[in-house]
């Protein structure tokens, strides 16, 4: 099975920072990732899909971008609405599975 | 505007089964264009994929919950369910039932807890 490993687990950042979160696949997937958001008690969103389109609606301060292995979301200019823990995601088509990385938590420095 | 609700008992005693089902609003069940599924996530740690299904019936499941788990649809009553036999602790966790786009999760239900415990 595919694993994905995203780093780093947690990092602190201040309003205004430009961050970057890695999510690393443990063979090929080519473009076939996704990126979700989730806040505390809430159910996860989705931000990003197929490495790097914008799901509708969500702020053009997300970005994304990979293929291969190798992926990451940034992020221009926080918000305090982007305080959150993160989840990239992909899909194996044979045999069919989803799994999600372990998450990165953004916290307020 | 779609929603998905879990429900079911938040409590399962030991070795016996899970059983959630999720109703939709606000769309049909028997969209050709999606799959339906449902997600876990233990109290403070990551999200876990359980399964999908098509309307069609046709399923898919996590290799490693694949042996105790069954996901079925009645389309009838825009529902869909869940069954996870042989339940332990580690099985404690918020259930998210979801609408998934090929394998993308856009719509998710609020979550229910279910703890594993006598």
């Known amino acids: 099975a595919i694993q994905l490993t995203q780093s780093p687990s947690s990092l602190s950042a201040s309003v205004g920072d430009r961050v970057t979160i890695t999510c690393r696949a443990s063979q090929g997937i080519s473009s076939a990732l996704a990126w979700y958001q989730q806040k505390p008690g809430k159910a996860p969103k989705l931000l990003i899909y197929d490495a790097s389109s914008l799901e509708s609606g969500v702020p053009s301060r997300f970005s994304g971008s990979g293929s291969g292995t190798d992926f990451t979301l940034t992020i221009s200019s926080l918000q305090p609405e982007d305080f959150a823990t993160y989840y990239c995601?992909?899909?194996?088509?044979?045999?069919?599975?989803?799994?999600f990385g372990q998450g990165t938590r953004l916290e307020i420095k | 505007q779609l929603q998905l609700q879990e429900s079911g008992p938040g409590l399962v005693k030991p070795s016996e089964t899970l059983s959630l089902t999720c109703t939709v609003s606000?769309?049909?069940?028997?969209?050709?264009?999606?799959?339906w599924g449902w997600i876990r996530q233990p109290p403070g740690k990551g999200l876990e994929w359980i399964g999908s299904i098509y309307y069609s019936g046709s399923t898919y499941y996590n290799p490693s919950l694949k042996s105790r788990v069954t996901i079925s649809v009645d389309t009838s009553k825009n529902q869909f369910s869940l069954k996870l036999s042989s339940v332990t602790a580690a099985d404690t966790a918020v259930y998210y039932c979801?609408?998934?786009?090929?394998?993308?999760?856009?719509?998710w239900g609020q979550g229910t807890l279910v703890t594993v415990s006598s």
């Open positions: 979801a609408r998934l786009r090929q394998w993308l999760v856009g719509y």
């Open positions: 606000g769309g049909s069940i028997s969209s050709s264009s999606y799959y």
């Open positions: 995601q992909q899909f194996n088509s044979y045999p069919p599975s989803i799994t």
